[in-house]
């Protein structure tokens, strides 16, 4: 297997590229260094972020697109310059709404993108990740992934996929130079990611159970979306930022900073406690159907 870091000038000469592993396998080391290579060959690189719970483009439980023409630009990779909301920090528990945003903001950046970087979640073991990785493959039609693994773990997908798509897999060690980070920091780099996203001057809005998506069931007791995490939609159906839902006297309102603009809110599926900057997922039927 060829070492990632050999890899770099090949790739920056691609058109797109999918990044799969495991925890700490060196799936971002690599698309920056790539994105670096790219941009010192004069090209231009949009970097779309799907690993939605550890997010290097945008705030977390969104996909984020970052367009580079400049190092500068890299060296603020966290600024997004599109945004698609997916509604927690877990993919597999949201297949639909990971792989849509990702194939959505992939199509935006081929338009504009002489390269186009796509990093992953995670999510690489069992039926879970097969299943993500396959529709991320399908919809996302990147032209080479490039699979950090260690040992043998993502052999099952790299056979999947090279069965089922013409995409060429390269599959490499895992980079050995990475630190693994623990639960915890994990947990708190996501909380400053969090606080950045609701930074203020942040503005209640009072809202109407109209403008949800989906679209809230008729007699639903409004206290029961108090606390939900939720995305700030534009006319075009971007996600201009997050929201935190509010209910109190009777009405509803939502937490944002991100309110100029915004046409509709889609509904996530998880509490956001804006003290510890905690998320607790929650199941959407539960909260609206009771069942």
């Known amino acids: 297997m060829e070492p990632p870091r050999h890899l770099a000038s090949r790739l920056a000469e691609a058109g797109s590229v999918m990044f799969i592993g495991g925890l700490d396998t060196g799936k971002t080391t ?62 597999a528990r949201l297949v639909l709404q990971a792989v849509t945003a990702t194939a959505v903001l992939c199509e935006e950046a081929r338009l504009v993108a002489e390269l186009v970087l796509i990093d992953t979640d995670s999510t690489v073991s069992g039926v879970a990740g097969e299943t993500l990785k396959y529709h991320m493959t399908e919809l996302a039609r990147p032209e080479l992934v490039v699979a950090l693994q260690r040992g043998a773990e993502l052999e099952p ?50 809202v109407r159970p109209t403008v949800f998506a989906p679209t809230l069931p008729v007699g639903l007791d409004l206290a029961r979306l108090d606390g939900m ?23 509803l309102r939502v937490l944002t ?6 046409r509709g809110l889609r509904l996530g599926s998880a509490r956001i406690d804006l003290d510890t900057l905690e998320l607790k997922p929650v199941n959407l039927r539960e909260v609206m159907f009771g069942v």
Not at 158 to 169: A, D, N, P, W
Not at 231 to 243: K, T, W, Y
């Open 30 to 91: 690599l698309a920056r260094r790539v994105a670096a290579e790219a941009l010192a060959k004069g090209r231009t690189v949009a970097y779309v972020d799907a690993d939605v719970g550890n997010t290097t483009v945008g705030p977390p439980t969104c996909v984020g697109l970052k367009l580079m023409r400049t190092r500068a630009d890299l060296e603020s990779l966290a600024v997004a310059d599109d945004l698609r909301f997916v509604g927690g920090i877990t993919s």
């Open 157 to 206: 997908i790299i056979g999947m996929l090279r069965r089922f798509f013409s995409v060429e897999v390269i599959a490499v060690p895992a980079d050995p130079d990475v630190i693994p980070a623990s639960p915890e920091e994990r947990a708190m780099r996501r909380a400053v990611r969090l606080k950045e996203a609701f930074a203020p001057p942040l503005e209640r809005w009072r």
């Open 229 to 251: 995490l939720v995305g700030v939609h534009d006319e075009r159906g971007r996600c201009r930022g997050l929201g935190r839902l509010e209910y109190s006297d009777g009405h």
């Open 257 to 262: 900073n991100a309110g100029e603009g915004m």
